[in-house]
């Protein structure tokens, strides 16, 4: 590092997020008490709420599913050292695709729906993020402003879509007709029946969190296994070694883009087929943004991606829950959300300095 | 010319006793690297001075901090014999300091004036203060030759008119002491001329001046007193008139230790590669390679003397698939395509040519990267690193890092470990075992000991010479003048983009060759 | 399209135009000095329930004004100390900027005013009147003058008025001025800044804070103005438009002032009808609202003339020699 001197490994994948997400807490701590309301009883409801029944965790672990799809695609995109902020129009996307696949063909089980959907999603999340990352490999534009205005391209054109193209007749309603019965996905509870753990039948939860699961590993292998994955994290280190390398640029660029917004548009598997079985306007609900939080608080890895969607499912959860039974807005979470970005995300040079001298000086004595 | 101003300085006035600068002990550390060692040094008012030594050597360190950019961290700097601090550019600004830096502070797409005035603009708004530099710049113009369009943008200008532009600003603060680094390296040989004349008008008018540079014929030419510096040391001054390029180039490189290579006469076998009438122009339109002919044989060292930024680095770019370049070359026989398709740095390798780079830090390695992911940079389409398509083993990357440091003595022999934790030595060798231990044909090689400890110098220059031994042909860039005595088996030197001639180690010495790299044929 | 709807529909463009062109222009001098800014939207978003929280309780809607603009300059701040001083990545500050004014707005108003994160509506002197120019009732029915003056120009809120005359001052700071002098240089090459002596920390940071004052102003108008009150995510966008105004002006005032009159007037258009017939083909307004973001991009992509932002945009100052 270059600024404040050497941090040991383990401590700058896990005592500088970790410091990060305390501040951002301890702040909103101090928001709860300002607006009149108990930190410590906050929390409680929280907890119990996310955590304190099968119900609770039906609802994180759904959450968290949405946050892992795109918590990697933010990551697979940083590892380039590209960012990808378009994970929102990318998810929109992936639930046009979704619901092609799903309107429009009669699928026999659903388990040839699932994978023809996640084909669907994968290919229009995929195409979304295309566009940006070939005008940035080949032309130039900065990627960050083009997939920002692709988002609001994407809402734009499934707004069209719902109200001209798959609006029902009669519908006052901007969204989709439902999918047939047969491309209902089963439920996690029905999958826990079958090994006999009861689990709550509400929450939306369903086949998709194990989809992501094994994404979070499919990353993992692509990043640290293979060709390409070595060709994107040379790319994303060193431009000058990669280009010694032979690594060209521009088709890395073009690569991890299509990989980040497949993954993207995956998360419409889960919201759009596995819960509302239909497609709505705001079907992704800023799950692309909080992608960019995931990412980075969990600093780019798969596996730090699966526990920060967890840690962000739960605040969902339990955000959910404060709004029901206090006077806490859900938006409270926003600004959670917002503080891990901003300390994780902008002012990591503000407590790895200080963690860097404190090494430091244990290191002199 | 620096004679008339001989006999005047050695019956010094009183007044002008006192130098424009003395620099007392300066010193200043970058980590564990000393730049500058105690430096001390007088300037004497209203002449040239000049400062030459070897890239590294900390000319441009010293001069940064006279000019408020780094701070000393021992020392004392005083102007026209008093004391003074100079913690940022403004103060060293009002002590009279200007400075045109190698690579110019101007904004692009402003204007000629824009540039001067900005800064030092007088008033808050600009057109009294443009009028005013407008004024100004007329008679600067008519007084020192600095002729430039004071409207055009500096985008649109060639290199000698934006450093005329640097000298501009410098004056319009009413600079007294003004300090060029490396102000030629840019410039045609008739602007560099120009440049020259608009150093000694502003001599006459009082000013002084400090001459960076390594080009020693610049230093016979316009300056009065001329100081070298070695590796972060003042070694010596002199007064130009009293001293000769022989003298010079001697201080600057040193009487280092002598290197002694255990080495075989070579057996040079057929052609490798062949180079004919190589030309590069770089992306600011300034011609790098003038044209290069020159012939590499299997089993043999071909060394490139010269001073650094004379082309070298660019040559083994061009060479490495890395930059276009205009141009004919083959490789054992076949057309070596010198841009568009076949001219990458995958092709390259797959030819056996092989690529250590003048720079490790940045191109050479990964510094986050493991060893062994190191190891696989540039050969990881390898088929013993990709047993299936779509699994990379590495495990078998790990296995060939292990037995490659282990051939290497690289220390620690952890795969493991990232590239940043290794000593500099110890990061080269695991660049050098990557490349030669794929048996190369061909293998280009920039400064292989740059910034290495003593011990793996050695050892580097033993591996060298057995791959040579072995058969493969070597290109050689260095500029360290010592390792190209004792390596090569034919020295070509580069100066301005072109070859000064070849000669044999054997029948050459340090002085000819420093000579030919000063640009003196 | 008979008369009296023109009218109505350009006049509803400069209202619509207002909010864009004041945040537009702070991105503007954000980014002439090399800092870019897409939390925008964040700052117009606290701005603006900042503008209508204190124009409602203290019942003067310039109190609010003023609250709003402080505000702004706060979260301003923010950036510039983790973009500018910590060297911290300015495009995810920005995002996170976004999302704090998303959030704590909501929370603070719903506790607050108790409303589902909205404020009460303002009326009387809490709202921003509309101001008539001089004889505009007088002018009225004159032909063609009397549209334009009275019916399009006329009777808009004072902010309207300091907006389009933020554009020729913006233009004199920029470039008639030794502060705009300097400040278009730091972000075009900090060195040469610096090594004329001049702080570019301190320049950069006064950008950032007039940057903060300009989104004061849009986000003020916008619930004061445009709006009476303040509604959960009422920038809806803006901020986004704005920096699409900027990049479609390469980065130039009066050319910025062009580019929201032409967002205004398609989101006026969009506003007023659904479906759009243009000589036979039904154009759908969603395609009127994507078609600012589509321009930006054919812009970004180089098509229609390169757009180049400053070039030391985006990275913060590390001296070097």
Known sequence: MSAGGRIPNWADVTLVPLVSVVLAFIL???????????????VKLMVEGAFGSSYGWGYTLYYATNFI????????????????????????????????????IPWPHWSLALLAACAGAAAFGALWALIPGYLQARRGSHIVITTIMFNFIAASLLGYVLVNVLRPQGSQDPSSPRFAAEVALPKLHEMLALVGI??????????SLLIAVGMCFAVWFLLWRTRLGYQIRAFGESEPAAEYAGISPARITIYVMLISGALAGLMAVNSVMGEQQRLVLNAVEGAGFIGIAVALMGRNHPFGVFLAAILFGFLYQGGAELALWTSIPRELIV???????????ALDNMVRIPIARLFALRGAR | MSQTQTPQMRQDTAASDIPAIELRGICKAFGPVQANKNISIRVRRGTIHGIVGENGAGKSTLMSILYGFYRADAGEILINGRPTDIPDSLSAIRAGIGMVFQHFKLVENFTVLENVILGAEGSAL???????ARGLLKDLAREFELNVDPDALIENLSVGHQQRVEILKALYREADILILDEPTGVLTPSEADHLFRILRGLKEQGKTIILITHKLREIMDVTDDVSV???????????????????????????????????????????????????????????????????????????????????????????????????????????????????DAQTRRAQAVAHVPEDRHRRGLVLNFHAWENTALGYHNDPAYNPTPWKMDNDAIIRDTSAKMAAFDVRPPDPQLKASGFSGGNQQKIVLAREIEHAPDVLLVGQPTRGVDIGAIEFIHQRLIRLRDAGAAILLVSVELDEIMALSDRIVVMFDGRIMGERLPEKTNAQELGLLMAGMA | MDIATFVQVLDSTLRLATPLLFACLAGLISERAGVFDIGLEGKMLVAAFMAAAIAFVSGNVWIGVAAAVGVSVLMSLVHGVAAITFRGNQLISGVAINFLAAGITVVIAQNWFRQGGRTPSLSGEARMAP????????LRDVPVIGPVYHGILSGHAPLVYVAFLCVPATWYLLFRTRFGLRLRAVGENPAAVDTAGVSVIGLRFAAVALCGVLCGLAGAYLSTGLSAGFVKDMTAGRGFIALAAMIFAKWRPWQAMGAVLLFGLLEAVANRFQNIDIFGVAVPVQAMQALPYILTVVILAGFVGKAIPPRAGGAAYVKEH
């Open chain 1, 198 to 207: 009861p689990f709550s039948r509400v929450p939306p939860v369903n086949i």
């Open chain 1, 69 to 104: 799809f795109t918590g990697l695609a933010v990551a697979v995109a940083f590892q380039a050292r590209l960012f990808n902020i378009g994970g929102e129009g990318q998810a929109l996307l992936g639930g046009l695709g979704v619901a092609l696949v799903c309107l429009y």
């Open chain 1, 28 to 42: 909103s701590g101090i928001l709860i008490w300002a607006i009149g309301e108990s930190p410590w009883a906050a």
């Open chain 1, 335 to 345: 600004v959670i959300q917002a503080l891990v970005i901003l300390f994780t995300g």
């Open chain 2, 229 to 343: 510096m070695r590796r972060g040391e003042m070694v010596a001054t002199r007064v130009t008139a009293q001293t000769s390029p022989t003298e010079l180039a001697e201080l600057m490189v040193g009487r280092k230790v002598l290197l002694r290579v255990e080495k075989t006469p070579a057996t040079p076998g057929d052609d490798v590669l062949r180079v004919q009438s190589l030309r590069l122009v770089d992306g600011q339109g300034v011609e790098r390679l003038r044209g290069l002919d020159f012939t590499l044989r299997a089993g043999e060292i071909l060394g490139i003397a010269g001073v650094a930024g004379n082309g070298q680095s660019e040559l083994l770019e061009v060479l490495a698939g890395l930059r276009p370049a205009t141009g004919q070359a083959w490789l054992r026989g076949a057309v070596l395509p010198l841009s568009g398709p076949g001219a």
């Open chain 2, 126 to 132: 600009l057109r009294p203060s443009l009028a005013k």
């Open chain 3, 131 to 138: 101001i008539d120019l001089p004889f505009a009732a007088a």
